[in-house]
Each structure stands twice: as C-alpha cells, then as structure tokens.
C-alpha cells in the first residue's frame, strides 16, 4: 500500500487550513468510555445527567478534542506528523447527536526547530465554539 506523505515544514503557510467533521453518537459514548474507564454517568446515565446542568448526557471533552487527530495526522500537516503538545480548552458541551467540526490553522512556523504551532478550534453544528486550543507538531521530514 502507498502513503502520500504530509507536508514539510516549508511547504506550509501560514494561515492554511484543514478540517474533520464527525456526528458523536451514542455508541462513541460508550466505546470511548469503555477505551478510557471514564463511566461517569454524566455520560452513560441519562437519568443522572438530566438532573445536571446540562439537562442530558454529554460526550467526554477528551472525545471532542480527540476529533483533532484526524486532521494533524492525516491532512494537516498530514502523515508522518508527530505531535509534540496539545492544548485544549472546553467552551461548551457537547451532546450525543452533535456533530462536531475540528479545524487545524497554520499560525507560527519556527524555523529554529522547524516545528509548527496550529491554532485548533472545535465548532457544534450550530457553529457554537464548543473548544479551542493549540498544538504544536513537527512536520513530516
């Protein structure tokens, strides 16, 4: 099988995006809850979680911030990315049935090390911010 490889640290710009888009369903609730131990019922309990303020269950923040992966690791910068650190900072729940768009955007290159500092957003169907952070990642070589 042929990899395309991503992109090298100067073949990207500043400003360059790249996206990944998913709808959390139940089922990733669970099997995300089954891969991490977190059985927090705000997350597999419906009647608990609607005695929360979020007035029903919610998908774990690590879930939504792992939407990111796809897109560092397979788009931007692409294959062979490794990601040095992952900074991320929850705005707003989001619910089962949501889906949920994580974007990547191009905002320091530093030339010293050749690494690349992404801003990283994570937006509702509704085009609600529901995270925001940052990663910092060396590009394939």
């Known amino acids: 099988m042929q990899y395309e490889r991503g992109k090298k640290y100067e ?3 500043i400003g360059e995006k790249a996206s990944f888009s998913k709808t959390i369903s139940e089922t ?3 099997l995300f809850a089954g891969i ?3 059985f927090n019922p705000m ?8 005695q929360t303020q979020f007035g029903a269950r919610v998908a774990h923040g690590p879930l939504t911030q ?3 992966a796809p897109v560092l690791g ?3 910068p692409g294959l062979g990315t490794v990601a040095l650190e992952l900074f991320c900072r929850f705005r707003a729940p989001v619910y089962i049935g949501d889906t949920v768009t994580a974007i990547a955007e191009v905002s320091e290159k530093l ?4 690494w690349v500092r992404l801003k990283l957003t994570w937006f509702n169907q509704k085009q609600e911010l529901v995270a925001e952070g940052e990663a910092l990642v060396m590009p394939p070589g």
């Open 11 to 13: 073949e990207l710009t």
């Open 28 to 30: 990733d609730v669970y």
């Open 36 to 38: 991490s131990g977190d």
């Open 43 to 50: 997350h597999v309990n419906e009647a608990y979680a609607r």
């Open 66 to 68: 792992s939407l990111i």
């Open 74 to 76: 397979t788009k931007l």
């Open 111 to 114: 030339a010293k090390k050749r």
